[in-house]
């Protein structure tokens, strides 16, 4: 399973932006069986932090200091996964990782890094 994230980049305070991750590779492995994809974001000198999360049927979880202005969503016939930011700030400056809980969900909560299988190389989101 390979994830490929893009659309990084500097943006400017208040604006909007959106991150895609493409899956791939993933033969032998149902995109349409059970599974949580999720965003995460870390800056140097700290954990990485859950940002949002996706199940299969499409509920979603976001962390706090997100709520209200990120959207993740999931296009399953592209297999692609999408996060919608929002009335960007400063502190949302970070690498942004997709990810990939397969083929179910958990253990764990959706926060949590070590719950997923596979990830993404990152992307750099500068606000400024």
């Known amino acids: 399973v390979q994830l490929v994230e893009s659309g990084g980049g500097s943006v400017q305070a208040g604006r909007s932006h959106r991150l895609t991750c493409i899956a791939s590779?993933?033969?032998?492995?149902?995109?349409?069986?059970?599974?949580?994809m999720g965003w995460f974001r870390q800056v140097p000198g700290k954990e990485r932090e859950g940002v949002a999360a996706i199940d299969s049927d499409g509920s979603t979880s976001y962390a706090d200091s997100v709520k209200g202005r990120f959207t993740i969503s999931k296009d399953n016939a592209k297999n692609t996964l999408y996060l919608e930011l929002n009335s960007l700030k400063p502190d949302d400056t970070a690498i942004y990782y997709c990810?990939?809980?397969?083929?179910?969900?958990?253990?764990?909560?959706?926060?949590?890094?070590?719950?997923?299988?596979?990830w993404g190389q990152g992307t750099q989101v500068t606000v400024s």
């Open positions: 990810a990939v809980d397969l083929p179910g969900c958990g253990p764990g909560p959706w926060y949590s890094p070590a719950r997923y299988d596979f």
């Open positions: 590779g993933i033969a032998g492995h149902s995109y349409y069986e059970p599974n949580c």
